[in-house]
């Protein structure tokens, strides 16, 4: 039996998978094992995969076929350190930005998805996008390793860039 913490990942997972389904009106479900047969430790799997293969448990949520461009990580968590951003380094958004980026492909449009009790969902996103985006209220986040991230509020993001993000994600395939 699972734990309580994998339930509620798992159960983001689905929600996320659910929320873009419905966004998009295309099929778009949560990864068997929330993406950790090719990511981690097990990166070497993906070598021996072909494309679709791979692409079938890269990141945690697995897009319509013509996604081919779209990477996800979804994290649901009871808290946030949101003063840390101010201050440099946020260890624990270091941590899932790198293992969105550990099953990347170049190109990749790769999105965390955030969940935090009593504050809301957010997503964070490369900034190289930037300037394809209505963006509201946001902010920059310097990672260490991967460039800069926007994070921003998950359901303004989506509702003003719907179509942005799929034609990104898709890139002429949809």
């Given at each position: 039996m699972?734990s309580?913490?994998?339930?509620?990942?798992?159960?983001y997972?689905?929600?996320?998978?659910?929320?873009l389904?419905?966004?998009?009106?295309e099929?778009?479900?949560?990864?068997?094992?929330?993406?950790?047969?090719?990511?981690g430790q097990?990166q070497?799997?993906?070598?021996?995969l072909?494309?679709n293969q791979?692409?079938?448990?890269?990141g945690?949520i697995?897009?319509?076929?013509?996604?081919?461009?779209?990477?996800?990580?979804c994290?649901?968590?009871?808290?946030?350190?949101f003063h840390?951003?101010?201050?440099?380094?946020?260890?624990?958004l270091?941590?899932?930005?790198?293992?969105c980026?550990?099953v990347?492909?170049?190109?990749?449009?790769?999105m965390v998805?955030?969940?935090?009790?009593h504050r809301?969902?957010?997503?964070?996103?490369?900034?190289?996008?930037q300037?394809?985006f209505?963006l509201?209220?946001?902010?920059?986040?310097?990672?260490?390793?991967?460039?800069?991230?926007i994070?921003?509020?998950?359901?303004?993001?989506?509702?003003i860039?719907s179509?942005?993000?799929?034609?990104?994600?898709?890139?002429?395939?949809?």
């Open positions: 699972s309580k913490s994998k339930q509620k990942g798992s159960g997972e689905r929600e996320v998978a659910r929320f389904s419905e966004t998009y009106h099929s778009f479900v949560r990864v068997p094992n929330s993406g950790a047969f090719i990511g097990n070497h799997r993906k070598k021996s072909d494309q791979a692409k079938s448990f890269k945690d697995i897009p319509p076929d013509a996604w081919q461009k779209f990477n996800s990580e994290k649901n968590y009871a808290d946030f350190p840390q951003l101010f201050k440099g380094t946020v260890r624990q270091e941590s899932w930005i790198e293992q980026m550990t990347a492909d170049p190109g990749d449009f790769n998805f955030m969940k935090f009790n809301g969902t957010f997503a964070a996103f490369q900034s190289q996008w300037s394809h209505q509201q209220n946001h902010l920059i986040y310097h990672s260490t390793n991967h460039g800069s991230w994070i921003t509020d998950l359901e303004t993001l989506f509702q860039n179509t942005t993000i799929k034609d990104i994600s898709c890139q002429t395939l949809c």
